[in-house]
């Protein structure tokens, strides 16, 4: 069977549907370079911003800072990661709930409470508003986690790091703290910033667009954690004996504030430094602002008798004076109109320069500088860098006050007073320095806390300041002091000790008052010196409060404990048995 032909009659398009049509795409292919234009010039940052955002991931390291540890290792500062929960509570649901389901927060309450382990009332008492809430800001890493394995929408939970300091009041004047920004505020935590906080950069990690990393730029480096310490010079049993002998001292005798510092003579290493009163690091807003300060190199006084060891060297250094010479002493001495005396008011006859370091002889002293030319005796203080800034890695240093030379040399008064430690001020931090330089053969060294404390001399400074020979004399006539003198009470069987009381008034507006200083400074062993002991007690407020009395104590219960942590021997073989005594009786 044959299929029927169909014909179609062909009619010609309407001129109108025509141009509609062609209108249609016209209107379609403007629109596309519309699109295309606005894709590619006025969209094309908010664009590209958007595709960064998908292709990167930008690794952000916390504000973190290093551990800071002593010369043993153990932790004195340290950062410990911990959480903040954010709360929104317009947008609280449970995993699996329906879009427009929005969860209470008593139900989400319920779930959280026996996480933070407080009571559901306790919890529920911190929503106020519902939105932004912060639940708490100390989470842990483990509650952390329990709160995300929740599912919870609405919770935030952020990282952050905060600073500990495990030994609390014991180092807080020398290493500080940091306040609530992490930054730091007093103490080395402020002023060794810079190599205590951790500056890791920002980095942009590729990723495809299922989250597989891919080939980049980044350095080997660029996400490795930063696990540095700052490591001081400190040893954190020495601490621990010095701070408890010094507060029981200043609790004892009702004193304004105390310090005492152990140092290594032959590199400037210090060993303890303590101050009382202290404070909580952990709990700094509890405290006056004023306790924070570093009053040991930033508060100046006089440093009385102490300094009297220093002016015999300068008389020794010039040859004024002779190893075995003698002075007169009959109680008092008349300069520029005025009568200077010895502390007892009485006079000690003909005494050698030990004995004047022994009686802690002012008019002996005063008779001894006149020798030396005042100008020269200037230039000597001048030189020991009395009014100068101390470049150490501690506090910033107060500079000393010293009188211009014109006054020193043309006003008599002058040289005669500062014989004896007094018209002049410097801090403790500098006497001890002063101390250890003329205890370890007359070479400068320069205190400080860090290992890795750099200090470079000036170059018109002189390394060595006092001859071997002289140091030597000088802590022999120290020794007896300690042996048979006003130090008697830091003697120790056994072993060779030098050193000097002083007791000094303090001055305010140019008059000196009731107000005292007690201080007392030892340099051991003798026979070959490594350490310098210094004891300052400030404002003692009980009666017979002397050097003697109230830094001396302090002093030998220090040097007691450092022989024991050190395992310093006896100079004299026979007194052995007394170290086993004392290592069988400290504990640290």
């Known amino acids: 069977m044959k299929k029927r032909k169909i014909i179609a009659h062909l009619v010609p398009l309407k001129s109108g549907r025509f141009k509609a049509t062609y209108v249609f795409f016209l209107i379609i292919i403007f629109g596309l370079f519309g699109r295309l234009m606005n894709l590619q010039f006025f969209s094309a940052a908010d664009l590209r911003k958007q595709a960064r955002s998908i292709q990167f991931t930008r690794t952000s390291s916390l504000q973190k800072r290093r551990s800071i540890v002593d010369r043993n290792g153990r932790l004195i500062a340290y950062d410990k990661p911990l959480y903040k929960l954010w709360a929104h509570p317009k947008y609280f649901k449970f995993f699996g709930d329906s879009i427009n389901k929005t969860r209470s927060i008593e139900e989400v309450v319920e779930k959280l409470s026996p996480i933070l382990n407080l009571e559901n009332d306790l919890v529920l008492a911190k929503f106020k508003n519902k939105i932004g809430i912060e639940l708490s800001d100390e ?12 599912g919870i929408s609405g919770l935030d939970v952020s990282k952050y790091s905060r600073r500990y300091y495990p030994q609390n009041h014991l180092f807080s004047n020398l290493v500080g703290f940091v306040n609530y920004e992490n930054k730091g505020s007093a103490g080395l935590e402020l002023h060794l910033e810079n190599q205590i906080r951790v500056f890791n950069k920002s980095n942009l990690l590729k990723k495809g667009g299922d989250g597989t990393p891919l080939p980049d730029s980044s350095g080997p480096n ?9 490591v001081l010079t400190i040893d954190s049993r020495l601490q621990k004996a010095s701070y408890e002998a010094l507060k029981k001292q ?14 290594d003579v032959t590199n400037g290493e210090i060993l303890s430094l303590v101050s009382t009163p202290s404070y909580d690091p952990n709990k700094y807003w509890e405290y006056d602002s004023e306790v924070f300060k570093g009053w040991y190199s930033q508060d100046l006084f006089e440093p009385g008798s102490t300094f009297k060891p220093i002016n015999l060297a300068l008389a020794l250094e010039e040859r004024v004076i002779k190893k075995d010479g003698t002075i007169e002493d009959n109680g008092n001495v008349y300069v520029g109109g005025w009568t200077l005396s010895n502390w007892d008011k ?17 008019v002996g002293m005063v008779k001894i500088m006149q020798n030396l030319n005042p100008s020269v005796y200037w230039d000597w203080l001048n030189k020991l860098g009395i009014s100068e800034i101390l470049e150490t890695d501690l ?24 014989s004896f430690g007094q018209g002049f001020s410097i801090s403790p931090l500098k006497l001890a320095q002063l101390h250890a330089v003329l205890a370890n053969g007359g070479v400068e060294v320069i205190p400080h806390v860090t290992f890795n404390f750099k200090y ?44 000097k ?26 026979s070959d010196p490594k350490y310098v002991v210094l004891v300052v007690v400030d404002e003692p407020s009980k009666s017979f409060a002397y050097g003697s009395t109230v830094a001396v104590p302090v002093a030998k219960e220090i040097i007691e404990s450092l022989i024991v942590i050190e395992k310093i021997p006896p100079q004299i073989e026979k007194n052995r048995i007394i170290v086993k005594k004392l290592l069988n009786n400290k504990t640290f």
């Open 456 to 499: 470079k001399l000036k170059k018109n400074s002189q390394k060595e300041i006092f001859n071997n020979d002289v140091s030597r004399i000088i802590l022999e006539w120290m020794e007896s002091v300690v042996e048979d003198g006003s130090g008697v009470g830091a003697k120790i069987d056994g072993y060779r000790i030098g050193g």
């Open 501 to 526: 009381t002083g007791t000094s008034q303090k001055a305010k507006n140019g008059i000196y008052s009731n107000k005292k200083v007690c201080s007392f400074v030892a340099s051991f062993p003798v």
């Open 395 to 418: 506090f910033e240093s107060t500079a000393g006050q010293l009188k211009r030379k014109d006054v020193f040399v043309n006003q008599s008064i002058e040289p005669a007073v500062a």
């Open 222 to 230: 660029d996400f490795i954690n930063d696990y540095k310490k700052l």
């Open 346 to 362: 009485k006079g000690n006859g003909f005494i050698d320069y030990p004995t004047v370091l022994r009686v802690s002889s002012n």
């Open 250 to 263: 200043v609790d004892k005798w009702a004193a304004k504030k105390g310090f005492a510092i152990v140092m």
């Open 139 to 150: 989470i842990t890493e483990d509650q952390a986690k329990n709160i995300l394995d929740l």
